[in-house]
């Protein structure tokens, strides 16, 4: 019953937090205020709806997670990229750029024709 | 943290949750504060831009893998709180499920080790009996010349022969003992892959040098007579009166082919007559290879017999063979054996057991509607009441289940100690075993499961459920469930043909121990007393014998009285084809009927009194005059109402009730003799019921061998061996075997009657327990389901003793079909029993009908007790009752 209320395709959320996750060990705010400034602001992420997907990842085995002091003095959860999550973000960006080629040749071809 | 981290520290998971989101949202509000916004606002945007806390908890929680074990551990306790509310709900089902799984496994177990089991080797089913069949379809033995040119003609079939006989074993300076024994090839060890406990079995060598002169000894015979002597093996003993060395001691569960207990050499027994091909004696053990068929190995021996008969037409003409799984030639097929009838009953109940089961479920869940109702509307799914009524049948079905399995092995236990162990061959074990418990339990817990999710089906149908269930209140809407009255159809039918075969048996148990009851057994001691035939060859002699024996008997102190009988109470009698002589136009009769000769003081022995005429008197009884006494039973059957004393009776020589077929004999008729007295009718012939007897005096046919009938309160082994003494004084070379107190025969005779009534007596009265529970416990719920409609009748102005009869009427119904079905049922089992019956006859109608009556009266208090007490309350309060 997890219904992103972001307009992202399904499974978008989870390449972004990887994506983000890769650069170094980050807690869950930084994640959000991220995908909010690189996105310039485009991309409306119900702030909520990044925990369960953050949490699915975990379980998954494809985030690390540590709890470690943090700049507000009290301890935070920081989440990092496991070797398999490296490999699943590698694997998932190249689905993405295939797809988004194909969807992008589609439209610019108003036959619909690839060749 | 693992899954199994995040399942056990579920507190520690959900503190981390905690202060993650808490950590966000003061962020979240720290940086709105930063950009000027005042305390309240900045706590209302985060809010906003966070969303629901609770909800992102939950599939937080969601996504951490680990809910549905809570769910289930939820759904377990909430199940026992549910079972908890209704104990009476719970218990019916618990021991209807108990009942059904412990009684069924300990038939299934109990007939798995009688029939299928075999001999205790690697693949039972490859172990086979041969024996030949003749023209007319007898089985017989092989003959030696027989065996060996088998064994030429079938290499690929490994063979071992065996013949058992009774052996005399004693030792210099004590009395002998008789015991089962078989002569045995050293393949059958091979074959049965058995060595011996102490010592060793025979060997290849012992019977290429023509070793006679060893033994092997049964472990219970070594523990008896020789008191485990370690040194046994290597000693001297006499077998049949000849010096034979023990090779070894066998092990405890051995004691093939059957309950033997000494084993001698095959080549012991070639007498003169071994190698003639007509002297079929021997019995055949053979094993087949796992790639052979077993039609292919009994066509081939069928063409060796072929060609034997080819070969040696005048000893071997239309002789076949007849290869039977070893275990079946022992205790012959189930589907031939009244011993069908406990698989079948059991089966029964387990069917009870189960509609019982079924239908307490069915009922519950016409109440449980409006629960699961107001539980789908406030947001469960299909798949969680699914779960939850899951939990609840299946938490019963365990509790039923292990119940269940401690019974089975205390029936199995009780039964087999009672009625098996001690009397069936060696290779039986009874144990509850592991296939029939789970085929069984299989059973019940897949019905109960399915009854059980009846009610979430019913409650996921779309509109049904939520709309009507819940505002609006039903009265007269509570649908009934057809198969609530079907499945209580089913029970009462099931339960009368049950309880219709058990209480038939019962009573013709009954019957048996009436006719048993005519003498005291607990007196008696009898053994056999056997004279050498060349010393003893003419009737004067045996007689003069018998007579000083008696007398030297009866002199002894303690001993109250002595007779002689070709065949002690309870111990069988020679089958005679009988001719009553007809009176002036009246025709003659014939009937089959025992034939057992006695010594003058027999009945007063016995302390049997004369129904009518006289005993034999001494002259009559030792001169054998033609005179005879006869059984009552012989007396009211076949004399047409008229009194038999002073009619003449003939007894033809042969003994085959197949006689007719024969020749008429050459002129050497029997003589006619008078009936002069009628006897009380006792089991002469046990196991089985009473039949036609005659008595005939000694005098007239005195055989080489008699039971000796000794009435003494109290035997010790001291009196025995005085007795040994004494019969050895007279003459030493007279054996005594088969000392035994009456009381023990009765007792072997009567086991299978006993195991048959017992077993099925108990079933019947399980089967009688489960359907009046389940009867009760069904038509009573579904009345007091129905109170509301009960106060709005009244309410409309019926009287209480309408609504009442209303439900009785409507509880009824099915009653009346499964009562049809029921006495047809229990008519058909009737028949089957037929052989089994003593005294009762196959359709008893008494017994049917008050069992008839019993299972009606039940159901309808069932129906007449919630429905007076509703009837009975304030209308209002009834309708106003939830």
């Known amino acids: 019953m997890t219904r992103t209320k972001s307009d992202l395709p399904q499974g978008t959320l989870d390449l972004l937090i990887l994506q983000i996750a890769a650069l170094g060990p980050i807690h869950g705010y930084a994640i959000a205020q991220r995908i909010r400034q690189v996105s310039s602001e485009v991309l409306q992420v119900q702030q909520g709806s990044l925990y369960p997907a953050l949490h699915r990842l975990e379980n998954r085995g494809l985030l690390l997670a540590d709890w470690k002091p943090s700049d507000t003095g009290r301890d935070a959860k920081f989440y990092r990229l496991s070797a398999r999550g490296r490999a699943q973000l590698k694997l998932e960006t190249a689905q993405w750029e295939l797809l988004t080629r194909a969807v992008g040749a589609i439209l610019r071809n108003p036959e619909g024709s690839l060749s | 943290m693992t899954w199994w981290q995040r399942l056990w520290k579920r507190r520690q998971a959900e503190a981390h949750l905690d202060a993650e989101l808490r950590d966000h949202l003061e962020r979240l509000v720290a940086d709105n504060i930063a950009q000027g916004m005042s305390r309240a606002d900045a706590l209302r945007d985060a809010q906003l831009a966070f ?10 929680r969601d996504a951490r893998g680990t809910r549905w074990v809570h769910d289930l551990a939820f759904d377990v306790r909430f199940a026992g709180r549910t079972m908890g509310r209704d104990p009476g709900f719970t218990a019916v089902v618990v021991v209807s499920l108990a009942l059904g799984i412990g009684v069924c496994s300990m038939a299934f177990s109990i007939t798995d080790a009688y029939f299928f089991r ?33 064994r030429a003609a079938l290499p690929d079939v490994d063979m071992a022969a065996f013949q058992t006989r009774q052996v005399l074993v004693g030792q210099e300076g004590s009395a002998a003992d008789r015991v089962s024994g078989a002569h045995v090839s050293a393949d059958v060890f091979r074959l049965l892959g058995v060595g011996a406990a102490t010592g060793r079995v025979f060997s290849g060598e012992d019977e290429l040098a023509g070793r006679t002169d060893v033994a092997l000894i049964g472990h219970r015979l070594w523990a008896e007579r020789y008191a485990g002597d370690v040194s046994l093996p290597g000693q001297t003993i006499l077998v049949d009166g000849v010096p034979t060395v ?6 405890q569960d051995f004691g093939f082919p059957s309950r033997e207990e000494i084993w001698l050499p095959f080549a012991a027994h070639r007498g003169p007559g071994a190698l003639d091909r007509s002297n079929r004696s021997l019995a055949v053990l053979a094993r087949i290879r796992a790639d052979q ?10 063409a060796a017999a072929a060609n034997l008969a080819r070969a040696y037409p005048t000893t071997n003409a239309g002789i076949d063979v007849r290869v039977t799984r070893f275990g079946e030639h022992q205790v012959g097929r189930l589907t031939n054996s009244p011993a069908l009838m406990l698989p079948l009953m059991a089966g029964i109940v387990l069917l009870i057991a189960c509609a019982n089961v079924a239908n307490l479920l069915l009922a519950r869940a016409g109440t449980r509607t409006r629960e699961l109702a107001i539980r789908a509307s406030v947001g469960a799914t299909r798949g969680r009441i699914i779960r939850q009524l899951l939990a609840e049948s299946l938490l019963l079905a365990t509790l039923g289940g292990l119940a269940g399995f401690a019974l089975a092995r205390l029936a199995v236990d009780a039964v087999a100690t009672r009625f098996f162990v001690g009397y069936v061959p060696y290779w039986m074990t009874f144990g509850v075993s592991g296939r029939s418990l789970a085929a069984v339990a299989g059973i019940c817990v897949v019905s109960t499961i399915l009854c059980g999710l009846a009610p979430a089906v019913r409650a996921s149908r779309p509109g049904t459920a939520a709309a009507t269930r819940i505002g609006v209140r039903s009265v007269m809407a509570v649908r009934r469930d057809p198969w609530r009255a079907r499945l209580v159809a089913i029970q009462f039918a099931l339960a009368v043909v049950l309880l219709g075969g058990a209480s038939l048996l019962a009573s013709s148990y009954a019957a048996l121990l009436r006719a048993d009851s005519a003498i005291d057994v607990s007196r008696f001691t009898t053994m056999r007393i056997e004279l050498p035939e060349e010393t003893y060859a003419t009737s004067d002699r045996r007689m ?5 024996l008696e007398a030297d008997i009866a002199s002894m102190p303690g001993v109250e009285a002595v007779a002689f009988a070709s065949v002690a109470p309870f111990l069988g009698a020679a089958s005679k084809r009988t001719t009553i002589r007809g009176i002036g136009a009246a025709g003659d009769t014939t009937l089959m009927a025992g034939a057992v000769t006695i010594s003058p003081a027999y009945f007063d022995t016995l302390e049997m009194t004369l129904l009518r005429g006289h005993d034999f008197d001494a002259t009559e009884a030792r001169s054998g005059l033609d005179v005879a006494i006869i059984n009552q039973l012989l007396a009211d059957r076949f004399f047409g109402g008229e009194d038999p004393i002073g009619r003449q009776i003939r007894l033809d020589s042969s003994t085959d009730a197949n006689a007719t077929s024969q020749p008429p004999g050459p002129a050497e008729e029997p003589d006619w003799l008078t009936v002069i007295g009628i006897a009380p009718t006792i089991r002469q012939a046990a196991p089985g019921g009473p039949r036609p007897l005659i008595y005939l005096p000694q005098g007239s046919a005195p055989a080489a061998s008699a039971q000796l009938l000794i009435r003494m309160p109290t035997v010790s082994a001291g009196t025995i061996a005085d007795i040994r003494r004494r019969v050895a004084t007279i003459d030493d070379d007279v054996v005594v075997v088969n000392v035994r107190p009456l009381a023990d025969t009765l007792k072997n005779s009567r086991l299978q009657p006993q195991l048959m009534a017992t077993v099925l007596g108990s079933l019947g009265l399980i089967a009688l327990f489960l359907s009046t529970v389940g009867l009760y416990a069904v038509t009573s719920h579904g009345v007091r389901q129905r109170t509301a409609e009960i106060g709005l009748r009244l309410a409309l102005g019926g009287r209480p003793g309408q609504v009442v009869w209303l439900f009785v009427r409507q509880g009824m119904a099915p009653i009346a079909a499964g009562l049809l079905v029921g006495l047809t049922g229990a008519f058909m089992v009737g028949r089957l029993l037929r052989g089994l019956l003593i005294g009762t006859s196959a359709t008893d109608p008494t017994t049917l009908a008050a069992l008839a009556l019993l299972l009606t009266a039940v159901t309808a208090a069932a129906c007449v007790v919630p429905a007076t007490r509703s009837a009975h309350v304030d209308p209002a309060s009834t309708l106003r009752q939830d």
Do not use: I, N
């Open chain 2, 293 to 302: 068929s077993t039609d292919a190995v009994r066509s081939a021996w069928r």
């Open chain 2, 246 to 251: 023990v090779l070894g001691v066998m092990p």
């Open chain 2, 51 to 60: 969303g629901g806390l609770d909800q992102v908890k939950e599939e937080c």
């Open chain 2, 118 to 150: 075999g001999l205790p080797v690697d693949h039972p089913s490859r172990m086979f009996h041969v024996a030949t069949v003749d023209g007319h379809g007898t089985e017989q033995g092989v003959s030696l010349p027989d065996y060996l040119d088998w």
């Open chain 2, 544 to 548: 003069a014998f018998y007579r000083r």
